[in-house]
């Protein structure tokens, strides 16, 4: 190294700046890998959520329907406080099965990055590979 510069004439100034271009292109990857899996993931519940919400449409005025018929058939045997009472208890028993089935169903999906988490574990491996070698 002489007068600043190293043996093929690069500068200590032109190096840096070469590691840190690298250091950013290397960021900028997984960052960009991340943001592509993440919105494939997002991807799949906007295409489901209209349908999802017809279909809530439809299974609503069901309910209501239904529920009308029940309450009106048990009526006739008990009479309405009971009626409504039977049906309220039973409606209360189901929706807390639902709920609690669909807290499972979240809770266990997996919105870890796989993909970015293998890269970056990959790199980590080089890089001690690399710090190794030097």
Sequence with gaps: ????????????????????????????????????E???KISSYKSALPMAVAGLLFLATAWF????????AIALALGWPWAFAIVGFAYFILGATIGWLAYKEVTSANMKPERTMQVLKQD?????QERKSA
């Design 1 to 36: 190294m002489t007068n600043g510069r190293f043996e093929n004439d690069r500068s200590l100034q032109g190096t840096l700046q070469d590691i840190k271009n690298e250091i950013k292109d290397f960021v900028q990857t997984r960052f960009e890998i991340l943001m592509q």
């Design 38 to 40: 993440m919105q494939e």
């Design 65 to 72: 329907l239904l529920t009308g018929a029940i309450v009106a």
């Design 124 to 128: 980590q491996v080089w890089l001690e």
